[in-house]
């Protein structure tokens, strides 16, 4: 079964800092990757994904995500984080093996960047 | 920059009462799913609908839920009979293609059973 554990439910992180959350997956076979972020009242929004190819995936506002398939990891980093990055992020996963097109979520981690 | 839409954006109903959420994919998509948030919780699955049929469903999407695709630009989720428990943000999503595609979020209806 698929499953997606995000550790930990709130990182605080300075302006200008580097910042990291962490997401682990679980599948039967390889995995497509995706993060998402989620602001107010709003839907959420793709950032990047990993489908195949160089381990380290680019996506928007500057983010980035490091596949790692031994630590089974997806962790979502940017080198100097944004007050406006503050929001709630999202790993999901799908599994090849299994064909199933549907998206299985982490839990969450709510992004504070403090001025 | 296209995006799917979701109307309404808040539906507040009663016990037992049939809601019908709507949703405008992104017009190209050919991959239509449905989502719920309950508040404080994970983004669960609900269904995935493809070629005018359901593809996957998840144990949540019991035979109180339906999809349907009445023209070719809506997609809506209808609750027979909303129960306490129903109360939950719905997001529609729609992608182009399946598996390696990424999914585009509406901005969801937050359903209310009173």
């Known amino acids: 079964a698929q499953s997606v554990a995000q550790p930990e439910d709130q990182v605080n992180v300075a302006e200008g800092n580097p910042l990291t959350v962490k997401c682990t997956y679980s599948v039967s076979g390889n995995p497509y990757l995706f993060w998402y972020v989620q602001y107010p009242n709003r839907g959420l929004q793709f950032l990047l994904k990993y489908i195949t190819g160089d381990n380290l995936v680019k996506g928007s506002y500057g983010f980035e995500a490091e596949f790692n398939k031994s630590q089974t990891s997806f962790h979502l980093k940017k080198p100097s984080a944004l007050v406006s990055d503050s929001a709630l992020y999202f790993c999901a996963v799908r599994d090849i093996k299994t064909g199933a097109n549907n998206l299985f979520f982490g839990t969450g981690t709510r992004l504070t960047v403090i001025p | 920059e296209p995006e799917v839409t979701q109307t309404p954006s808040h539906q507040v109903t009663q016990m037992g009462q049939e809601v019908i959420l709507r949703c405008v994919p992104i017009s190209n998509h050919l991959y239509f799913y449905w989502y719920r948030q309950i508040l404080g919780q994970k983004v669960e699955f609900l269904v995935s609908?493809?070629?005018?049929?359901?593809?996957?469903k998840s144990e949540i999407f019991d035979d109180q839920f339906s999809v349907e695709r009445p023209d070719g630009s809506n997609f809506t989720l209808k609750i027979r009979s909303t129960k306490l428990e129903d109360s939950a943000m719905y997001f529609c999503?729609?992608?182009?293609?399946?598996?390696?595609?990424?999914?585009?979020f509406g901005q969801g209806t937050r359903l209310t059973v009173v």
């Open positions: 609908f493809y070629n005018n049929e359901i593809s996957e």
């Open positions: 999503a729609s992608s182009l293609r399946q598996l390696n595609t990424e999914a585009f």
